[in-house]
């Protein structure tokens, strides 16, 4: 906005802050369905500009208003330039993901049977869109989950073997492959602990 102000008036951009200040308190803004000044006292701007009753006008002159008038509808046409502008590159990567809604900030999730002991109202702030993956598939019948909601793992086989060098000795590693995981999810731990 400031800088469609500069653009615009040039080295007199000071002096029209405060008709900047004017536009935008009293263009209407959609999230809350009225003007800022509307809704901070309760009643539209009566302004110099506006003024409907001839008698309410000043002794101001017709010059002096025809002046601001053209000014603020400039004022008001680079606003609405700035903001489609922001809101054009805003939507590019904006997509609704549709979520059963329990109040505006939070959802409920369908869990399955297993997970019974959770509880299924998350913060919108915790939820991501999942993108599908094969190697995502549970089989709730190989997960055995406790009281706890944990599940106990086994390594399954070794794929790789490594030394770790630090100063004065050498630490033997190896990569291992655990139930319920896949290949890629293998980790890498001491020799000494696997034994």
Not at 27 to 51: D, N
Not at 131 to 160: C, M, V
Request: proline letters at 6%.
């Amino acid at each position: 906005m400031l800088r469609a102000v500069i653009l615009n008036f040039g080295a007199s951009w000071q002096e029209s802050l405060p008709l900047v200040e004017f536009s935008y308190n009293n263009s209407y803004q959609s999230r809350i369905q009225m003007a800022p000044f509307e809704a901070l006292y309760g009643r539209k701007c009566r302004s110099p500009l506006f003024w409907d009753d001839l008698s309410e006008i000043p002794v101001t002159g017709p010059d002096m208003i025809r002046e601001l008038s053209d000014k603020v509808k400039l004022i008001q046409i680079s606003m609405r330039t700035a903001q489609d502008r922001q809101a054009k590159h805003a939507n590019v990567r904006r997509r609704t993901l549709n979520f059963e809604q329990v109040c505006d900030p939070a959802y409920r999730l369908a869990l399955p049977p297993a997970l019974s002991g959770i509880h299924d109202v998350f913060h919108v702030s915790m939820l991501r869109k999942y993108e599908p993956d094969a190697s995502h598939i549970l089989r709730p019948d190989e997960a055995e989950l406790d009281e706890t909601l944990s599940y106990f793992k086994r390594p399954i086989q070794i794929l790789d073997h490594k030394e770790r060098q630090l100063r004065n000795k050498s630490i033997p590693l190896v990569k291992v492959q655990w139930s319920r995981h896949g290949i890629e999810e293998a980790t890498w731990e001491t020799e000494h602990d696997m034994r």
